[in-house]
């Protein structure tokens, strides 16, 4: 488990930076995030970023978030009436995606008779087809209160608990989040904690930016390693004054590190937008594969347009490993397309102040 630092809930993607992707990616960095929780599914329903549309909106805010460096999970509402479909379905957008990790939010469908076996079944077939995959439960914050919900069921296949620390109708966060913890630390099994705290408002009832600032302390004197918000649009709504900036404004220790060149790159790669990756190379770079070699940003500019659009069209690609320090980076990687894969992704680069002064690339795509 690698997640550190400050993190996001989106729920509506057209209520986050007016569905604004790249706004989206700028909003984040600039308040030092270094996860985004976007919902995915719905029982076994596509959640396409806000509800019944068909029109993918994920996608894009995925390929913004991702370039700036920027941890992208999925969370997922289940019921429990289909635990297989639920969790195939899980399996399709992880897939789709390359989620960093997945977040099953079971709330109080999952506390009638009988869930105990859906929840098994569920995470049976999850955990079945990722093995190592970072999942977490998003659920209620006390268990004592809840104890019908199948806890032992689905922390046996998480490796996160992520308890939903929403102080409603009160205005001590720091000490709902000590007995949260508390709990959770007492039960069987018990998980590595990265609460999620309140940025929403609710009932006439809304946190205060003191509060946020509260939740914040108290997690890092409990030495946990990240916290969330929910939600998105609300924190950002104005609504609550001095929420967003508490959040956006506190420095978490241990914050990840800034993203190697290398990684820049492959992140880039699925924005499918050879604009943005020109950026990282000199002026007069050059560019070297098999075929032919091209110096200029133009040229290089037309190499990744191509492809894009023939050779790896809709590709998503992963970086596999990287070495290298100063101004020497090897890096190995591999892409899926609909006209075919790559195993085999073997690149060079040459550093000058920073950007890719030369770069040679290796591949074979096979269908």
Not at 64 to 87: K, M, Q, T
Not at 236 to 242: A, D, I, K, L, Y
Not at 347 to 352: K, S, V
């Amino acid at each position: 488990m690698t997640l550190e630092g400050k993190g996001l809930f989106t729920w509506k993607i057209p209520n986050c930076e007016q569905g604004d992707p790249a706004a989206m990616a700028a909003t984040a960095k600039s308040a030092g995030l270094t996860h985004v929780l976007l919902k995915v599914a719905d029982g076994t329903t596509v959640y396409n970023g806000t509800w019944g549309i068909k029109q993918d909106l994920v996608t894009p805010a995925v390929n913004s978030l991702r370039a700036e460096g920027i941890e992208i999970w999925g969370w997922h509402y289940v019921y429990g009436n289909n635990p297989v479909g639920e969790a195939n379905l899980a399996i399709q957008r992880i897939r789709q995606y390359n989620l960093d990790g997945y977040v099953i939010d079971a709330e109080k469908e999952y506390k009638q008779d009988g869930r105990k076996a859906a929840a098994k079944a569920f995470m049976n077939r999850l955990r079945g087809a990722f093995p190592s995959l970072d999942i977490a439960l998003s659920s209620y914050r006390f268990p004592s209160l809840h104890p019908q919900l199948p806890w032992a069921e689905f922390l046996d296949g998480c490796n996160i608990n992520m308890p939903q620390v929403y102080w409603m109708k009160a205005h001590n966060a720091g000490e709902q989040l000590i007995k949260c913890v508390r709990e959770f630390q007492n039960k069987t099994p018990s998980r590595q904690v990265i609460p999620t705290g309140a940025a929403f408002h609710e009932a006439g009832w809304k946190p205060t930016s003191a509060e946020v600032l509260e939740f914040m302390n108290t997690a890092k004197a409990l030495n946990l390693p990240a916290v969330n918000f929910w939600e998105w649009s609300d924190a950002r709504s104005g609504v609550m004054p001095g929420v967003w900036e508490t959040i956006r404004d506190y420095p978490w220790a241990g914050q990840a590190a800034p993203k190697d060149i290398c990684e820049k790159y492959v992140s880039l790669l699925n924005t499918h937008d050879a604009n943005k990756i020109v950026e990282l190379y000199n002026p007069t770079g050059v560019h070297i594969n098999a075929v032919r070699t091209t110096q200029g940003l133009d040229n290089i500019r037309s190499w990744y347009n191509i492809l894009f659009r023939d050779v790896l069209p809709n590709a998503n690609f992963t970086l596999t490993g990287y070495a290298g320090t100063g101004n020497a980076r090897h890096l190995t990687w591999t892409a899926t397309s609909p006209k075919g894969a790559v195993q085999n992704g073997n690149d060079t680069f040459g550093l000058i102040n920073e950007k890719i002064n030369y770069h040679y690339t290796f591949f074979t795509v096979t269908k």
